[in-house]
């Protein structure tokens, strides 16, 4: 192979400095070096080794840097000639790497550690350096060794040496000094010396990355949950493709690990598989091992042993049985596997600091039960508590056969749960209000959101205390009522040993199922019908019907059957008829009724305008169901013979709200308000708040935001209602509240709210639905604060949901130029223009394409700040087809522009000239045929800016203004002509800016001092002068109300006095 200019390598060593930190860099500068070595060329051989030394250090190779230091040391030594003052600086700041490389090897001896820093002490002497870095070193291996006393006289000595050029920069000095505070145990001190990088005024390629990660444990103890929130979102982002940064992603793993987020830390250790093969720095190793292991540890501790968990590739006769790491299983092996580290650097330095650490942070306490990080957290899973349903009671058993089943019981359900809860009509099992049910039914057994039965300090309750409040719960409908059965059902199993009477174990199963959500739904099929079977023989044959209707509405495809309502209609008319005999109960006869409607309203809100299923007119349909719920109503009101009676009048009266809503939402608001009176006044206010959602929702469509947001304030601040809410509820209730402050001065509260929206839903387990509808808020909500790492990392996690889960293009669309743009306030232009692209995939789709055209000139900008030249072209050639198409000429006229100047970067002016023609042909043959002045003026703005950037790209052609004494005379030619053509074209700027009156003055004044500079480059200083006068004559006769004419009068102003020391003459340089 032929050797490679000195030149060719020399820059091809320049450019390594642009290339991220990592194992191709370092393969790089390796291949570099060769080279410069063979060409025997000292010099080159100096920059060579220093690049191979900085790709080293900064890489999970730092172990590699020994040998190349050394050599660049020996070299200097011998030959001090061969490196300039850049080289001689960077050698001597290479100690630090040296001294901080050396400590992260356990194999490399104390002693040698502690040579290499007299040896800078020595040489930083030798060169007038001062000893600040050194101490600073000193201090850093002090720490290490957990010598507290030689650490404080260091930071001491530190702190006092005088900063100079070895100095570390102020952003990473900061930072070490507040960790210093955190190992005393002072979080605020830590969190006050931070706050210099943490506020953005200090910072360099490592800050605020490792001080964002550092903060987090420290916000959580001292309150600042938000800040330690929005310090994981953007800090993650920051470090996770950089593989030098393993420990600090070992950081968030630890946070996500003490804030009940393990299964965030679960997504992070799947994202980070690469760390498992980086062993070139045992340190940094070590400490990602600990941060696995305490991951591991907090998810046994919470019954996920055998789980199966994201590990490293097993070596052969190592790693877990089967090839399949469990959180057990990798819990021992990254506890073992750090714990050997340890104890490899204990040995080196003689302390058991490394292992003392180790055992300390593995050993570690979650600080919160959970912090929200508004990001989706996939369920663990396995952790809903298994609830025995007793002898004869498992699907597919026969009555009293002796067999048992378990139940998975999950965190409850909301209005709507089951079917056809996206259509707002809330037809799932729990949504009719009857017996055990309600809005308000959220804490389930394991829901954790509900008041603690039984949980008062005084006595304990007996198990026949606790049945009893069981059965009043299910009588008042409350919330707790499964929690309060699955109390009463444990204690009664303890006490008699015997089984439950079969109305209370109706009672129980029904409430069993009423707490089930989401995917759950389904299993309320054999719940119900157990239940049902137990009604019938506890003689309560009302009860049994509404049993089998949950039964049926708890199936799949129950809205989509047609003869769903037909077999609610039977079930209601066999209640009808026990009715007068005693065999069902006004409020069984009411729950039945209110729950076929509900079925018949979401079928019609399902159905497409003007035909339904079975060829049923929506609007014959719709006024036949106004009249059944106004008949419902009539009847409840006549038998009142039970309280829970008034809570089906507030039902039926609430989806008579949501029918009307529609058509007329002031009538509506007034339902919806009677609805939520009806629900207090039955003495179940927790029934509520499905109404008051939806009061809130049509207050807030019809631009009443502070009502809406008084509405959901008085449930939100209700201290007795809110343990009572159900997660869905809570989550629209915060969702509702946030779009009202929208636009106000509580942007805080905004936030938080869409926080708590994303959480709750989960808890819902609504995560795909209302929790991507949250997620998606909340990263426009950041977004549009200029907090683009947020934005960026709730979009990423929300797409997968939205784009799947079937939710409105649009918001796909949204999200997407939501990440978009923050891709490119984070300097992410080629991630930035495949969102955009893709946001114009979707939009191509709908029948009006500027939203298509408008996307595509996105991607195509995009694609050019990534240096994608060709695609840009293509991206941007379509754009302006697509303005073309839609009659937007204008538009395509800006579109060829930009298309231009990428053609130019790309191609070289030459190719970029006839796409600039091309702008102006179009712009003028459409200014001839414009639809009236408006679009004509326009048009003429735009013919005028295509003119003006015309003349800026003939400039290319020359490489300043021309000058005789300085250019060749092809030079000059060149020169002259560029300008002349510059000049004419600006001045046809002026012309078109002319005939747009006082809307084009912005445009003509700036062309005109244009052109007053050009004329000056030509050499024709009394025209140009003369020029500026005019202008700046005409200037002070416009009014001036922001000033901005008046700085242009004093560039003109400052031109004709310059002209006028120079003679003004005419004569010039060309």
């Known amino acids: 192979?032929?050797?490679?200019?000195?030149?060719?390598?020399?820059?091809?060593?320049?450019?390594?400095?642009?290339?991220?930190?990592?194992?191709?860099?370092?393969?790089?500068?390796?291949?570099?070096?060769?080279?410069?070595?063979?060409?025997?060329?000292?010099?080159?051989?100096?920059e060579a080794l220093a690049s191979l030394v900085h790709a080293y250090s900064f890489s999970a190779e730092c172990n590699k840097m020994f040998v190349p230091f050394?050599?660049?040391?020996?070299?200097?030594?011998?030959?001090?000639?061969?490196?300039?003052?850049?080289?001689?600086?960077?050698?001597?700041?290479?100690?630090?790497w040296v001294a901080g490389d050396a400590r992260q090897q356990y194999d490399v001896p104390l002693a040698s550690i502690e040579e290499w820093l007299t040896e800078m002490r020595r040489r930083y002497r030798v060169a007038g350096y001062s000893e600040r870095a050194v101490h600073g070193c000193e201090f850093m291996l002090a720490?290490?060794?957990?010598?507290?006393?030689?650490?404080a006289r260091a930071h001491a000595a530190w702190t006092a040496a005088e900063r100079d050029e070895m100095s570390d920069c102020l952003a990473c000095e900061c930072a070490l000094d507040g960790l210093w505070q955190l190992e005393r145990g002072d979080d605020t001190g830590a969190l006050k010396g931070w706050r210099p990088v943490l506020d953005g005024t200090h910072s360099c390629n490592r800050e605020p990355h490792e001080t964002l990660a550092w903060s987090l444990l420290p916000l959580v103890r001292t309150g600042g949950s938000d800040r330690a929130r929005a310090h994981h979102l953007r800090g993650y982002r920051m470090v996770r493709s950089d593989e030098t940064f393993g420990p600090v992603v070992g950081l968030h793993i630890e946070f996500c690990a003490l804030t009940g987020n393990e299964p965030r830390g679960l997504e992070i250790l799947a994202e980070q598989g690469a760390r498992w093969t980086q062993h070139g720095d045992p340190l940094a190793r070590h400490d990602w091992l600990v941060s696995t292991a305490l991951l591991m540890r907090r998810l046994v501790e919470l019954g996920h042993g055998e789980r199966s968990v994201p590990g490293p590739v097993p070596v052969p006769g190592t790693g877990p049985s089967g090839g399949r790491w469990t959180a057990a299983t990798l819990l021992d092996h990254a506890r073992t596997t750090a714990l050997d580290l340890a104890a490899r650097f204990d040995v080196r330095n003689g302390t058991t600091a490394v292992s003392d650490r180790a055992r300390r942070t593995m050993a570690a306490q979650p600080l919160c039960g959970a912090l929200p990080l508004g990001l989706r957290g996939e369920p663990l899973g396995g952790g809903g508590v298994r609830v025995s349903l007793g002898p004869g009671f498992g699907?597919?058993?026969?009555?009293?056969?002796?067999?048992?089943?378990?139940?998975?019981?999950?965190?409850?359900?909301?209005?709507?749960?089951?079917?056809?809860?996206?259509?707002?009509?809330?037809?799932?099992?729990?949504?009719d209000v009857g017996i055990g049910s309600g809005s308000g039914r959220d804490v389930g057994t394991g829901s954790g959101s509900g008041p603690d039965i039984g949980a008062d300090p005084g006595p304990t309750p007996t198990p026949e205390e606790l049945l009893h409040q069981a059965r009043e719960f299910t009588r008042l409908s409350h919330p707790a009522a499964g929690t309060a059965w699955q109390q009463a059902v444990d204690a009664l199993e303890v006490s008699r040993g015997g089984p439950l009477a079969d109305a209370d174990r109706a009672d129980w199963l029904d409430a069993l199922a009423l707490d089930l959500n989401g995917e759950q739904v389904p299993r309320g099929v054999a719940l119900f019908g157990r239940a049902a079977e137990c009604h019938e023989r506890a003689g309560r044959h009302g009860r049994a019907l509404v049993s089998r209707a949950?039964?049926?509405?708890?199936?799949?495809?129950?809205?989509?059957?047609?003869?769903?309502?037909?077999?609610?209609?039977?079930?209601?008319?066999?209640?009808?008829?026990?009715?007068?005999?005693?065999?069902?109960?006004?409020?069984?006869?009411?729950?039945?009724?209110?729950?076929?409607?509900?079925?018949?309203?979401?079928?019609?809100?399902?159905?497409?305008?003007g035909v339904m299923r079975g060829g049923m007119d929506p609007k014959s349909e719709r006024g036949a169901l106004d009249a059944e719920l106004e008949s419902l109503v009539d009847y409840a009101l006549r038998?009142?013979?039970?309280?829970?009676?008034?809570?089906?009048?507030?039902?039926?009266?609430?989806?008579?709200?949501?029918l009307t809503v529609a058509d007329d939402p002031d009538a509506a608001v007034d339902l919806f308000r009677t609805a939520v009176a009806r629900h207090h006044e039955s003495g179940r206010p927790?029934?509520?708040?499905?109404?008051?959602?939806?009061?809130?929702?049509?207050?807030?469509?019809?631009?009443?935001?502070?009502?809406?947001?008084?509405?959901?304030?008085?449930?939100?601040?209700?201290?007795?209602?809110?343990?009572?809410?159900?997660?869905?509820?809570?989550a629209r209730l915060c969702l509702v509240l946030a779009q009202a402050l929208t636009g106000t001065e509580e942007g805080a509260e905004e936030g938080a709210l869409l926080i708590d929206a994303a959480h709750f839903a989960d808890l819902a387990g609504e995560s795909a639905g209302l929790g991507a509808l949250a997620r998606l808020r909340l990263g426009g909500h950041y977004c549009e604060r200029g907090r683009h790492d947020e934005a960026a990392t709730v979009l990423e996690a929300v797409l997968p949901d939205l784009a799947a889960a079937g939710h409105d293009p649009?918001?796909?669309?949204?999200?997407?130029?939501?990440?978009?743009?923050?891709?490119?306030?984070?300097?992410?232009?080629?991630?930035?223009?495949?969102?955009?692209?893709?946001?114009?995939?979707?939009?191509?789709?709908?029948?009006?394409?500027?939203?298509?055209?408008?996307?595509?000139?996105?991607?195509?900008?995009?694609?050019?700040?990534?240096?994608?030249?060709?695609?840009?072209?293509r991206a941007y050639e379509r754009a302006a087809e697509l303005w073309r198409g839609l009659g937007e000429s204008a538009a395509a006229v800006r579109a060829l522009r930009a298309l231009a100047w990428q053609t130019r970067d790309t191609a070289g002016p030459d190719a970029a000239e006839p796409v600039m023609a091309r702008a102006l042909d179009l712009c003028e043959r459409a200014a001839l045929g414009a639809r009236d002045d408006a679009e004509r003026a326009e048009l003429h703005a735009e013919l005028g800016r295509t003119h003006q950037q015309l003349a800026q790209l003939h400039l290319a052609y020359s490489d300043g203004p021309p000058s005789r004494e300085q250019d060749t005379p092809q030079r000059y030619a060149e020169n002259v002509a560029a300008y002349e053509r510059a000049l004419a074209g600006t001045e046809r700027a002026t012309e078109a800016f002319a005939t747009c009156g006082s809307a084009g003055h912005g445009d003509l004044f700036a062309a005109e001092l244009f052109a007053v500079r050009l004329e000056s480059g030509l050499g024709r200083r009394a025209a140009a002068a003369e020029r500026a006068r005019r202008l700046a004559a005409r200037l002070r006769e416009l009014p001036d109300p922001d000033g901005s004419l008046a700085e242009l009068g004093e560039l003109c102003a400052a031109f004709v006095d310059e002209s006028a020391e120079d003679g003004g003459d005419g004569s010039g340089s060309a």
């Open 550 to 609: 949950r039964a049926l509405l708890c199936r799949p495809d129950a809205l989509t059957d047609p003869e769903t309502p037909g077999r609610l209609a039977q079930l209601r008319a066999r209640a009808d008829a026990l009715h007068p005999k005693g065999g069902a109960t006004t409020t069984d006869v009411v729950t039945l009724w209110l729950l076929h409607c509900r079925v018949r309203a979401t079928r019609l809100a399902a159905a497409a305008p």
């Open 395 to 431: 699907p597919g058993t026969d009555s009293g056969s002796g067999s048992s089943s378990d139940v998975s019981i999950g965190s409850g359900s909301g209005p709507g749960s089951g079917p056809g809860s996206d259509v707002g009509i809330g037809s799932g099992p729990g949504s």
């Open 143 to 151: 720490r290490h060794l957990g010598d507290t006393a030689r650490a």
């Open 639 to 658: 038998h009142l013979d039970d309280p829970a009676v008034f809570t089906h009048v507030a039902g039926a009266t609430e989806l008579l709200g949501l």
């Open 70 to 96: 050394a050599r660049l040391l020996r070299l200097y030594d011998e030959h001090p000639e061969d490196f300039d003052e850049d080289d001689v600086h960077q050698l001597h700041w290479m100690f630090k």
């Open 1 to 46: 192979m032929t050797a490679r200019p000195s030149h060719e390598i020399r820059a091809d060593i320049f450019r390594l400095d642009d290339e991220p930190y990592g194992s191709a860099r370092n393969a790089r500068a390796e291949a570099l070096t060769d080279e410069a070595a063979a060409t025997g060329e000292r010099p080159l051989l100096v």
């Open 686 to 730: 927790w029934l509520a708040a499905n109404a008051e959602i939806q009061l809130a929702t049509v207050l807030l469509s019809r631009g009443q935001g502070q009502r809406a947001a008084t509405v959901v304030r008085a449930v939100l601040d209700d201290p007795e209602r809110l343990p009572l809410l159900a997660p869905r509820d809570r």
């Open 810 to 873: 649009r918001d796909v669309v949204r999200a997407r130029v939501w990440l978009a743009h923050s891709y490119l306030s984070t300097d992410e232009p080629a991630l930035a223009a495949e969102q955009f692209a893709l946001a114009a995939d979707t939009a191509s789709a709908r029948t009006d394409q500027h939203h298509h055209a408008a996307l595509t000139q996105q991607a195509a900008e995009a694609l050019g700040l990534a240096g994608l030249g060709a695609e840009s072209v």
